[in-house]
């Protein structure tokens, strides 16, 4: 006897696999309470999503860009709009974020504030929370490490977490945005500088041989430097908006150099600066670099003497020596026509 065995296919419906993804960190415009301009919050900004990116493992975690986080929003969100943690967090998930770090910037009596906030999206748990204070914003500036790292450090050991294919579309997510993409978005800057023709760089790469000059560059944070010769290089952070059209930077630059001031000296006086001999006469000023000078008198008419100027850049000083004549006789002696010694009146400058 045979028996059949009957195997019956059994139908199930299952959900796609989930694939581990790396945790996704969407880093909030900071609201504005301080009355800072737009270019300051949107560099204030910036600087947290870098103290977040330079903490964060970048093998297991991901930063959202400004420009990602304007591309993935619903058409009609406005961030300026959300003011409370759960409207952040659902911001976050919107965004198909893991975690949202939001945050203020205000001012408490003679301080600008600085609060970050850490939440989970998936749970709304309120994790942790960072403030500092300055009493300018250069000072709040150099803190935003101080704020930004502690709370970036709460995801350092999160494990991503596994999820759906199509999370982005689940959450709303505008189709065909890419979470990480660069957008492209660049802005028509004009460096100038006074004097002209100063070199710029940009993030350490040459843009502009010689000031002025007009580039086409990526939006967004950029270290710029200018350099020209017997000028003090001038190095800033800016932020270029993507709606800044023609953005203009222009700096004047100081100079590594200064003037001394000759005027009240005596036409023809010789002095020796620094091992080279110089006349009085010849300009008003000499132009010195910026630091302390030895400065002596070489005149034969005048006693040695030395003095030590400082030169500060971009000033003018005038030289204060004291001239000291140097002593001397005349030995006069006069005879008649017979060659004898004779008395006479004796004028030396009609007198």
């Known amino acids: 006897m045979s028996l059949a065995l009957v195997i019956l296919g059994i139908v199930a419906l299952c959900p796609g696999t ?103 999206c998936e749970s709304a748990a309120f994790l942790t929370s960072r403030t500092v204070g300055a009493t300018d914003l250069p000072g709040l500036e150099v803190k935003v490490a101080e704020a930004a790292g502690p709370v970036a450090i709460r995801l350092g050991g999160r494990n991503p977490r596994s ?18 993409t660069e957008l492209g978005s660049t802005a028509v800057v004009r460096f100038e500088s006074e004097p002209a023709g100063a070199a710029v760089w940009v993030d350490g790469r040459l843009v502009c041989a010689s000031t002025p000059c007009s580039r086409e560059l990526s939006t967004g944070l950029m270290t710029i430097t200018m350099e020209r010769a017997r000028y003090r290089a001038r190095q800033d952070m800016v932020h270029v908006g993507n709606d800044a059209g023609e953005f203009e930077v222009s700096w004047n630059l100081t100079p590594n150099f200064g003037w001394l001031l000759l005027e009240d000296l005596p036409d023809g006086l010789i002095l020796d600066i620094d091992g080279q001999s110089h006349s009085v006469g010849s300009g008003p000023s000499l132009e010195l670099d910026a630091r302390f000078h030895v400065v002596r008198v070489i005149d034969p008419r005048y006693q040695p003497t030395s003095v030590d100027v400082r030169i500060d850049p971009g000033r003018s000083v005038p030289l204060s020596i004291e001239l000291v004549p140097r002593e001397g006789a005349l030995r006069l002696s006069a005879v008649d026509a017979d060659d004898n010694a004779a008395v006479v009146d004796v004028r030396i400058d009609g007198e």
Request: proline share 4%; hydrophobic share 40%; net charge negative.
């Open 18 to 120: 989930a694939s581990a993804e790396p945790v996704r960190v969407a880093v909030l415009e900071l609201d504005n309470a301080g009355g800072l301009s737009e270019a300051e919050v949107a560099y204030l900004s910036d600087l947290v999503r870098t103290a977040v990116v330079a903490t964060v493992p970048a093998s297991s975690h991901l930063v959202m860009t400004r420009e990602s986080i304007q591309e993935l929003l619903p058409e009609g969100t406005r961030l300026k709009d959300c003011l409370d943690a759960v409207c952040e967090v659902e911001i976050g998930r919107m965004l198909g974020a893991d975690y949202v770090i939001s945050g203020d910037v205000l001012t408490y009596g003679e301080e600008y504030r600085l609060i970050l906030k850490l939440h989970d």
């Open 163 to 180: 999820r759906p294919p199509a999370d982005s579309d689940r959450f709303g997510v505008r189709g065909g945005a890419d979470w990480f």
